[in-house]
């Protein structure tokens, strides 16, 4: 399994070498070769090397697949999910999984990484290749009593292929076009107030010389000043970076990764 540019290479190499694996895990992938050789040979080369031209092409012998990619992830995570499930011929499958918010971060993939596990167990082929006998029972039912997410398989009449993100981010979400206003505003004008205005701070009008506290004042107001302008230029800068890359779309996710990076580990 793979995730991101990582999920793209997963399913490139199950293509290549079908006798070594009988499951794919796509987590997050791009449908077009997005590194590489493959991704800046040209639109020629990239068009044949998409993994659901090359899924349509190749010879099916009885390849799973579970695709996972959210619908609000700018990348088009979800689509290629979309086209490799329109590409795939019988014995091959291609199991989607397109929820409508997750972006491109790990807080998606932590979440839908049991959902990847219960999907590949839920094959009795796997179970007998290990030697073992099969679970019994509905696993999905047993997965999702347990926990597990369930599994988002976006009728076609719900698909907007002709979109690269389908979900559109709510105006004041992190990456929402009303956040990224408030922000570049919010850094303008600190850095108006940093450039222009806080250098005249402690002069007297009269032009005579400032008195010690009128002069330390002025330099502790410039200091936080710059302090705040850095920090609000980096917030812009950030909240931009993210938008353009469709990593987190909700505050809630920046939140949620937040707590798992601070509890790694313990």
Known sequence: MGIS???YCAART???VPQRFGSVGVMSAFDHPDEGALAHGGKQLQAQNTLST???ARKPDGLRFYVMGAQDDSTGSARAAWFMEDAAREPDSVTIDTPAHGGHSWVLWNNYFP???TWWGSDPAVFAAAGLPAQEGDVWAKATA???RPLTETPRDQRVVGSL????AKPFEINGLG???VAVVAALVALGTALFWSPRWGRRRDGGKPSVARLGGAILGRIVVVMVTAGLVALAAGIGVNAGGGFYT???DLRASVRVSNTAGK
């Open 5 to 7: 540019a990582g999920a």
């Open 14 to 16: 199950a293509y290549d």
């Open 54 to 56: 090359m899924l349509e």
């Open 115 to 117: 959902s990847l596990l």
């Open 146 to 148: 347990a926990g597990v």
């Open 165 to 168: 993100s389908p979900t559109r």
């Open 179 to 181: 956040t990224i206003t």
């Open 250 to 252: 909700s505050w809630r």
